[in-house]
């Protein structure tokens, strides 16, 4: 690959950013940096440029957006709205794979309405992250034509807003979701069987996130299967799956390429970055990686599913 | 690998031989054959020779014991005792992913005293099916010196039977067990530290079965991990565990390998013989398959989980 940020086509990434209170069984953390884009930027801006399109409120503390800076992140569309920051409260059981949401607040999230600058518009890969369908093709709409529209939702617009879900559906490439929303957008319990169902209203790609158990990307040819990095230490599993879509979509755009093996080595790179995601509370570990990690994670997870031949 | 069954070392199978009634969102069917150690060699029969040991009752039918012997399965170790064949009733979801059991009728499974004849002592590979700890280690004892001991266990044992668990695992090579039961048996969450719990104990590979999720392979110096082949048209989970365990084991014994490599091809196999299993009621897919279905279904999981280097 094109290693590191040169020559890479960019990425703008729209999404939450805000703040998370979490409990988990390892400790707590009170308002630490949190949401979607947050997540997927971070990830994302080891392989390639990223441009945030989010907003805050006014008690957005400078130190974050410093910390951005320092990620060499376009804070240029982040805009700052009257009012607090999206908050959002939750705590983990025993297992740590599912989030019980203790509090959802918001704030300046409740009337966002991105705008595309005329800066950001020629950008090349655009990551519709999840917010309200109707929103996503908005920005869809504002921009030039990007190479490769990649979207995530949830539970939420699937019950919501489902018609308004399937629009945007039909203008996306690669739609990133977890395993029990491809089986409610679907219908369907069957994994690939409503992958297949989903393949049919748009995405030339569908990438399912399962979690500690890895990732399945279908599309009109083939199945792709990755397990999970084993991880002994998962302390907050708190925006692994916006990081496993900051890993794949970087790689995607540090490198250009888009056939399958890319794909899949994306794929790889996404799990990569959840991996490591996890291991910290929050986004702290993402805030501290080199390179050379991520490519030594990447030649571990070779270790962790290579098989010979008969 | 040594194709088909010529040249391979034998395996010494102990487990339950039942009679199910099984219902799913696809169907239903009423005593059909099933048991832990016909899934189990139906599956290995493919590879190499299989003995089984186990009990039924006066009213298992000649038919059944016809297409044991089809399939080129030692029977001469399965007694027939006074009374009736275990039962076993179950229901499965929406989602197929874990059975209702609605009835268990032990019957002569209750008073199964596996009794090792002379001709199978000198087997090299023992497999001791999910039964009682104590007979697991009743069977170890009469044996002479096999080459590789694989077990399963499951959650009432490690409940009710704990300590007996513990000296039968401190005398076997490989444990085959599910999640949930690595989680039980270790009284850790994180199924990877789990393992490493449960390596301490006896066993110097730990396989994790995960159903739709594949399977883990932990030894002390490595971590594999295999997706399951993507099924579109699962009817009937039942006997997945048993049919993995099946080819895991078949594979081994076909071949004679336990080095590294040949413990991960054997994972597949496993993986290949569940994902056909799964495909129809009953055992019914298991008795009816080819080596050139087997070896190509092989063949796709290399498809299926493939990525080049960076």
């Given at each position: 690959m094109e290693r590191g940020r040169e020559n890479s086509m960019g990425i703008l990434a729209v999404g939450s950013v805000a703040f998370d209170t979490i409990k988990t069984p390892f400790g707590q953390r009170e308002e630490v940096l949190g949401g979607s884009a947050t997540y997927f930027s971070l990830a994302a801006s080891?392989?390639?440029?990223?441009?945030?399109?989010?907003?805050?409120?006014?008690?957005?503390?400078?130190?974050?957006?410093?910390?951005?800076?320092?990620?060499?992140?376009?804070?240029?569309?982040?805009?700052?709205?009257?009012?607090?920051?999206?908050?959002?409260?939750?705590?983990?059981?025993?297992?740590?794979?599912?989030?019980?949401?203790?509090?959802?607040?918001?704030?300046?999230?409740?009337?966002?309405?991105?705008?595309?600058?005329?800066?950001?518009?020629?950008?090349?890969?655009?990551?519709?992250?999840?917010?309200?369908?109707?929103?996503?093709?908005?920005?869809?709409?504002?921009?030039?034509?990007?190479?490769?529209?990649?979207?995530?939702?949830?539970?939420?617009?699937?019950?919501?807003?489902?018609?308004?879900?399937?629009?945007?559906?039909?203008?996306?490439?690669?739609?990133?979701?977890?395993?029990?929303?491809?089986?409610?957008?679907?219908?369907?319990?069957?994994?690939?069987?409503?992958?297949?169902?989903?393949?049919?209203?748009?995405?030339?790609?569908?990438?399912?996130?399962?979690?500690?158990?890895?990732?399945?990307?279908?599309?009109?040819?083939?199945?792709?299967?990755?397990?999970?990095?084993?991880?002994?230490?998962?302390?907050?599993?708190?925006?692994?799956?916006?990081?496993?879509?900051?890993?794949?979509?970087?790689?995607?755009?540090?490198?250009?390429?888009?056939?399958?093996?890319?794909?899949?080595?994306?794929?790889?790179?996404?799990?990569?970055?959840?991996?490591?995601n996890v291991g910290e509370f929050g986004p702290e570990r993402l805030q501290a990686l080199t390179f050379t990690e991520i490519e030594n994670r990447f030649r571990e997870f070779r270790q962790l599913t290579h098989f010979e031949d008969l």
């Open positions: 080891y392989f390639t440029r990223v441009a945030l399109l989010a907003v805050v409120g006014r008690d957005f503390p400078a130190e974050y957006l410093q910390l951005f800076r320092e990620k060499d992140l376009d804070v240029s569309g982040l805009q700052v709205a009257n009012g607090s920051t999206f908050r959002w409260k939750g705590e983990y059981g025993f297992d740590l794979n599912t989030a019980n949401t203790l509090d959802t607040q918001l704030n300046v999230f409740a009337d966002f309405d991105p705008v595309v600058t005329a800066q950001h518009r020629g950008m090349e890969f655009l990551f519709l992250g999840n917010i309200d369908p109707d929103l996503q093709r908005s920005v869809l709409k504002q921009m030039d034509r990007p190479r490769l529209v990649i979207c995530d939702t949830m539970n939420f617009w699937i019950e919501k807003k489902r018609e308004s879900l399937m629009q945007t559906l039909a203008g996306i490439d690669i739609l990133v979701i977890n395993d029990a929303e491809t089986r409610q957008l679907a219908g369907e319990s069957n994994v690939i069987r409503a992958g297949r169902k989903i393949l049919g209203w748009g995405p030339r790609t569908l990438v399912v996130k399962r979690g500690e158990y890895g990732a399945l990307m279908l599309d009109g040819n083939s199945v792709f299967s990755s397990p999970a990095f084993p991880v002994e230490e998962v302390v907050d599993p708190t925006g692994a799956g916006d990081s496993f879509a900051g890993g794949f979509v970087g790689y995607l755009a540090a490198t250009g390429d888009r056939d399958p093996s890319a794909l899949r080595r994306a794929i790889i790179f996404g799990s990569v970055m959840a991996s490591f």
